[in-house]
């Protein structure tokens, strides 16, 4: 079992930054894949970015450029650093954890990210 806990989430104008925080605990498998999802209102979950424990990324079309996501392996903690934040960002942001061997799939309870002015 594994539990994640989402953190960073706000309120921001457009044009600025946010980082997000996702700490796993638990059964934490040695190769996985952990990322961020988003949804808004409406709208079905979409992949934000994504990072392996072999330091393999993938980011959104939508982001490339503007959002980055990274990992710190020894605290088993993923980031989103979320620059030139557009309306279009709003959306209850989700971290995702993927056990490639296992199979196993875990998913936080999401942290809200508004961008208005």
């Known amino acids: 079992q594994v539990q994640l806990v989402e953190s960073g989430g706000g309120l921001v104008q457009p044009g600025g930054s946010l980082r997000l925080s996702c700490a796993a605990s638990g059964s934490i498998f040695s190769i996985n894949v952990m990322g961020w999802y988003r949804q808004a209102p409406g709208e079905q979950r979409e992949l934000v970015a994504t990072?392996?424990?072999?330091?393999?990324?993938n980011h959104a079309d939508s982001v490339k450029g503007r959002f980055t996501i990274s990992r710190e392996s020894a605290k088993n903690t993923v980031y989103l650093q979320m620059n030139s934040l557009k309306p279009e960002d709003t959306a209850v942001y989700y971290c995702?954890?993927?056990?490639?061997?296992?199979?196993?799939?875990?998913w936080g309870k999401g942290t809200l990210v508004t961008v208005s002015s």
């Open positions: 995702n954890f993927q056990g490639i061997y296992s199979g196993e799939r875990y």
């Open positions: 990072m392996s424990s072999l330091g393999t990324t």
